[in-house]
Structure formats: structure tokens, C-alpha cells
């Protein structure tokens, strides 16, 4: 067993197996089965490129023997920072059936958050792109492995100029480590409150059980065809269903190069998808698009939104402009995942969130002091269940803070309850910036901006935006001489951060307001910036 991942108590444990939600399946054993009952049925399409279940599952075995005369050993933690590809479906799964873990990196991360993830995770080696959107991974690689010297092996995806080339590591199989299902899987990123992300370790038995239960929610089966528009490391378009919950349920995959509406809709007409999943920024563009657009997207049977909080006036849009089912999704790579039901009244679907997926699902709303509110009162939200984890990979302190003396685990969502049990988001309790689906620590941010010379102090806050929800504007007292917000903006991307989580707005602050307990309040500069916006606004 891993070290430092908080388990269930025993007696929960024994409660969810007994009710079976956890049924002692492994990763690798469901791709072996689906490989039986599926054989030549196609798994996975990336534009010419064809794999059947059976191809699929031959070459996860001889990727993951090849791993293991690599030097990869049962629990070695991997960053995996691959696009949506194949080799992303090979790689974990071989990752998988070896019993080393994936650390489930995104392709907009640069040094900071991989080298972070490389040395919390202890990570013995680092799977990349040779390039991928004009950037060169191999040069990052090269940062991270003199930074995190136990970072053995980098492997890519193309050319490899000097690493490991993956195409290398695909060996005749031969005997592999028996891996159990309470093993730990893969490590989810956390959005992060403060800081840099938590690692949230995930077992074969919790996430097989949350495949099982979207598939059943979502009506998959093997005529499906999910389209991978987003990013599939991340959790939503990973296993809500996803990637992973398709693959459960013996359909289609079909990773698309982009998201965007010239990219994703011819493949949604040539291989009739019938399932995706969206962001709101981009459901948007989709619902614009298509009416300029003349293309088949008779096939498409459900969109998901999820990620953000999605306008009712633009939920109500989805089904007639896309002539689909308009599904709402709202969880966390944390556990609990909200559907709205594919046969839910039309004002369920735009103005809630859903229901929890599981019977087994258990959600309290709460007030500052724990005590439950009273239904369709706006509260903090918390839940356990048999998919939300028990604690975070090495966070004892944090742990003790996020998740309560009786397990359940504080989402940092205010929410309420209609008297149908559907959930109503109305925000977030903890700082942290949605911004249209990519979560920013205000935290991380504020660090990064520190570190120039002549930035006394900063804070960062979100702003509203009607594309992306919201945006991030850091509030900077300044030193002489004082710098521009386009040079912050440089420095801290010279500095590795991602992009999304560069301000959309720097301004420029004599003193920051604070609350009576001497904070900095945020509140405050929220009004400030929101006041700064209408004034902007009203000039126009």
C-alpha cells in the first residue's frame, strides 16, 4: 500500500463492498474483460488511427512489460502530461495493469506546477509529447529532470531528442505484478484553494464505482461514441463518464484535436458521436457556431456542461440550436458527481445541478457552525460517499481541516436543495477563481507575483465575465520603479506558470482594505474591481 493515503474506515469499507459498490476489479482487469466481450469492436479513434479492444488491450500488456524492464515498480508514481491521444488511453492503462500510479497532469501545465508534482509526488519518471499547440515539452523535461533528480526516466510521445522514446517500450508481455483493488490508481489534481494542488489519490474499487454509476446514470453502452473534446487527464471528461466510463461500457472514444467548433464538429459528423462534454465558455461558442455552420450533428444524443456554473438563459438554448439532451454535471475529482437525469422536466436541467449519482452518496448543508440548514437555504456543502475520498495524499493538516471528525469531506461549495433533492451551486466558500472551468489558487498566483521586485504586495480576486464566469485580477502595491501590468504579466510567464491562471487584469493599489481581524478583504477588492468594471462599462 501507498503511504501517506488516508483509507476509509473499515467499517464503511465493509459497508460498501457488502452493498457492492466495490467489487475487488483492478483497472487492467476491466480492460481484459471488456477486451473478451468487445474483441475487434473499436475502442478508440484519433483521427486515421484505429484501435480495437483487443489491439488496445495487446498493446497496454507489452507498454506496461516494457515499463517494468524500464524500471517502473508497482506504486512509482508518473506524471503523465499527455494531450488527447492514444498513447494517453496506452499509458495509463499500462500504468494501470503495472500498479504504478499516474499523476494526471494537463497539457497547459508548465515548470512550476510539474516540477511541484514531480517532487510532492516523488515521481520516478515523467511521460510527455515530443510538441503539442507550438510548445516543446523535451525543453520543460530537461528543466524538471535537473530540478527533481529522482525523476529517472522521461518518456515521449514522438521524438524523443535524447529521453526515452515510448514506441521503444512496447515489448513481447510477459509476467506482470498482481495488483488489488484497494491500490491506489492514479492521483487526481484538486483545484487548490491556497497554493499548488493536492494530490487526491483514487483506488481501483472507488473509481471503477464511479464509472459504474455515470454509465448507468448516462445510459452508455457500446453503441456510444464519446467524443474527448477537453482534456482527458482532467477528471470530468476522464470519468464522468468519459474516457474511462466509455471504455466500461464498451463504446467508442473518439479523442478530438481540439474543442473548438471547426475542430470538433466534423468529427462528430464523420464518426456520429452521440455523447460530449463541455465547459460553458465553450458550450457557448458551440451554440453560436452551429448556426453558421453546415454539418450533420444529427448523431449527438447528450451534451454535458460541466465545470462552472452554466446560465440558465443558455442551458435553455442547447436543445433547440444542438438538438441534443442537455445534461448538467457538477462534482469534483474528489468524489461526489451531480447529474441532472437524461428524462428530468426541462427547468430541472437549466436552473439545477443535479442529484447525486450514488444511493449511496451522502450530502449534508451546513451553516458556519456545522448545523444543518434547512432545505433550500444556501449552505456549505459537504458528502461522503463510496467515491469521495477520505483525505488527500500527504496533507495531514489540510486533512483535518477539508474533512470533518465523522469523514465527510467540506467541498467548499455553497449550495442549496430544492424540495425535489436537486442541488442549486450559488459559489464557492474557499478563494479560488473558476475561470470557465479551470480552477485558479489565488494563492499560487499572489506567490508568483511576489517574487518581482518591485511588487511590495498583491492579491488576487476574481472578477465577473459573461464567457467565463469568471476572470482573475490581481491588485498590486507596487515599489519604484514601478512596473506595468503587461511586465507582471511577462514575469510570472516567464516563471512557468500556466496560462490560465495569469491575471486577466493587474491594478495598481496605494494599501489594500482589511477586515477587523487585520486581512487583507477580498471582499472589498471584489467591489472595487466589479465598481471599476460598471464605470468602464458606462464610458463606453
Not at 289 to 299: K, P
Request: some cysteine.
Amino acid at each position: 500500500m501507498l503511504h501517506n493515503c488516508p483509507d476509509w474506515p473499515e467499517a464503511a469499507a465493509d459497508w460498501y463492498r457488502k452493498n457492492g459498490c466495490w467489487q475487488g476489479k483492478t483497472f487492467g482487469d476491466m480492460l481484459r474483460e471488456r477486451a473478451v466481450l468487445y474483441g475487434e469492436h473499436t475502442a478508440v479513434i484519433c483521427r486515421d488511427e484505429r484501435l480495437s479492444y483487443e489491439d488496445l488491450d495487446d498493446r497496454v500488456d507489452r507498454l506496461a512489460f516494457g515499463l517494468g524492464k524500464l524500471g517502473i515498480k508497482p506504486l512509482d508514481r508518473v506524471v503523465v502530461q499527455l494531450p488527447n491521444i492514444p498513447q494517453f488511453v496506452e499509458v495509463i492503462f499500462a500504468l494501470f495493469r503495472l500498479g504504478a500510479v499516474p499523476v494526471m497532469a494537463l497539457p497547459s501545465h508548465r515548470s512550476s506546477e510539474i516540477t511541484y508534482f514531480c517532487r510532492f509526488a516523488e515521481a520516478a519518471a515523467y511521460v510527455i509529447p515530443d510538441t503539442y499547440a507550438g510548445f516543446d515539452y523535451r525543453r520543460l523535461a530537461a528543466e524538471v529532470q535537473r530540478d527533481v533528480p529522482h525523476v529517472r526516466e522521461v518518456i515521449v510521445a514522438g521524438e524523443p531528442e535524447g529521453f526515452m522514446s515510448l514506441n521503444d517500450l512496447y515489448k513481447e508481455s510477459g509476467s506482470l505484478p498482481a495488483v488489488r483493488s484497494d491500490d491506489i490508481v492514479l492521483f487526481q489534481l484538486s483545484g487548490g484553494s491556497t497554493g499548488l494542488p493536492k494530490l487526491i489519490p483514487r483506488r481501483h474499487d472507488d473509481y471503477m464505482y464511479s464509472l459504474k454509476a455515470s454509465v448507468e446514470v448516462c445510459g452508455l453502452d457500446h453503441n456510444s461514441v464519446y467524443l474527448a473534446a477537453l482534456p482527458a487527464a482532467h477528471n470530468f471528461p476522464l470519468s464522468s463518464p468519459g474516457v474511462l466510463g466509455t471504455l466500461y461500457a464498451g463504446g467508442t472514444v473518439v479523442f478530438s484535436p481540439g474543442p473548438s467548433p471547426d475542430e470538433a464538429f466534423p468529427v462528430i459528423a464523420q464518426e456520429r458521436v452521440t455523447i460530449t462534454a463541455l465547459v460553458p465558455p465553450l458550450a457557448l461558442q458551440w451554440l453560436e457556431a452551429v448556426e453558421t455552420r453546415q454539418v450533420d450533428l444529427s448523431s449527438l444524443q447528450i451534451l454535458q456542461v460541466g465545470g462552472a456554473k452554466f446560465s440558465a438563459e443558455a442551458a435553455r438554448r442547447v436543445k433547440p440550436t444542438l438538438g441534443c439532451t442537455l445534461q448538467q454535471v457538477f462534482g469534483m475529482a474528489e468524489g461526489l458527481v451531480n447529474y441532472t437525469r437524461l428524462d428530468d422536466p426541462e427547468e430541472v436541467v437549466i436552473h439545477t445541478q443535479g442529484r447525486p449519482m450514488s444511493v449511496y452518496d451522502e450530502i449534508r448543508i451546513v451553516d458556519e457552525d456545522d448545523h444543518e440548514v434547512e432545505r433550500g437555504q444556501t449552505g456549505q456543502l459537504l458528502t461522503r460517499g463510496p467515491y469521495t475520498i477520505p483525505g488527500y495524499y500527504n496533507a495531514e493538516e489540510h486533512n483535518a481541516k477539508v474533512f470533518t471528525s465523522d469523514g465527510f469531506y467540506r467541498t467548499g461549495d455553497l449550495a442549496r436543495l430544492t424540495p425535489q433533492g436537486n442541488l442549486v451551486v450559488e459559489g464557492r466558500v474557499k478563494d479560488q477563481i473558476n475561470r470557465g472551468g479551470e480552477k485558479v489558487a489565488a494563492e499560487e498566483v499572489e506567490n508568483h507575483l511576489l517574487a518581482h521586485p518591485s511588487v511590495h504586495d498583491a492579491a488576487v480576486v476574481s472578477m465577473p465575465d459573461a464567457f467565463l464566469g469568471e476572470r482573475t485580477c490581481a491588485f498590486v502595491i507596487a515599489r519604484e520603479p514601478k512596473p506595468s501590468a503587461a511586465q507582471l504579466r511577462s514575469f510570472i510567464r516567464q516563471r512557468g506558470l500556466a496560462a490560465y491562471k495569469i491575471p486577466d487584469r493587474v491594478e495598481f493599489i496605494d494599501s489594500f482594505p482589511l477586515t477587523p481581524f487585520g486581512k487583507v478583504s477580498k471582499k472589498e477588492l471584489r467591489n472595487t474591481i466589479n465598481q471599476l468594471m460598471m464605470v468602464s462599462e458606462e464610458r463606453k
